[in-house]
């Protein structure tokens, strides 16, 4: 079974929906992160958290929102999607606080018409 | 401002050796990463220099100085399968790690 899932892998959505882009680990980790990969530009990180009671806006957060319901819950939220938001994102997990090594899941890849 | 450069795409063929730079300017430095992404994959770790020097693991080293704030990932014996895109990262020590824009590396035959 894989250590980081997400769900869902794919979706279509229209702009000013409502969408949440869930993950979940089985590592243990306190630290999970969700990012945005857009051709060219690597990753960037949305938000970041490094325990349930511990929520972090990354460098591109604005329309983005985050829940972190358990240690190994985290979600991602866009309240109203804007066709700019299509982009193929990641939720990452660390255990190691002196290296910060992230292990990633899958990713979604949301499109936005 | 913070940033990490890295070459847009590398080509090289089979069998042959190639390196990946990658400069840094970062406010905070605890160490080097490199992760490795198929295309239609995740990122996965390959390597971590906190210290100066060439770390070897297998076909891959990673190399750091740090006075110079550069590094690279160097792939030995090349493979049709290391064709994907390398990411340099730092972990800045402010609890995250930024990463680089990525380099796509072709392996022809």
Known sequence: DADVTQTPRNRITKTGKRIMLECSQTKGH??????????????????????????????????????????????????????????????ATSGDRATDTQYFGPGTRLTVL | GQSLEQPSEVTAV???????????????FYGLSWYQQHDGGAPTFLSYNALDGLEETGRFSSFLSRSDSYGYLLLQELQMKDSASYFCAVYTGGFKTIFGAGTRLFVKA
């Open chain 2, 14 to 28: 089979e069998g042959a050796i190639v390196q990946i730079n990658c400069t840094y300017q970062t406010s905070g």
């Open chain 1, 30 to 91: 306190d630290r999970m992160y969700w990012y945005r990969q857009d051709p060219g530009l690597g990753l960037r990180l949305i938000y970041y958290s490094f325990d349930v009671k511990d929520i972090n806006k990354g460098e591109i957060s604005d329309g983005y929102s985050v829940s972190r319901q358990a240690q190994a819950k985290f979600s991602l939220s866009l309240e109203s999607a804007i066709p700019n938001q299509t982009a193929l994102y990641f939720c």
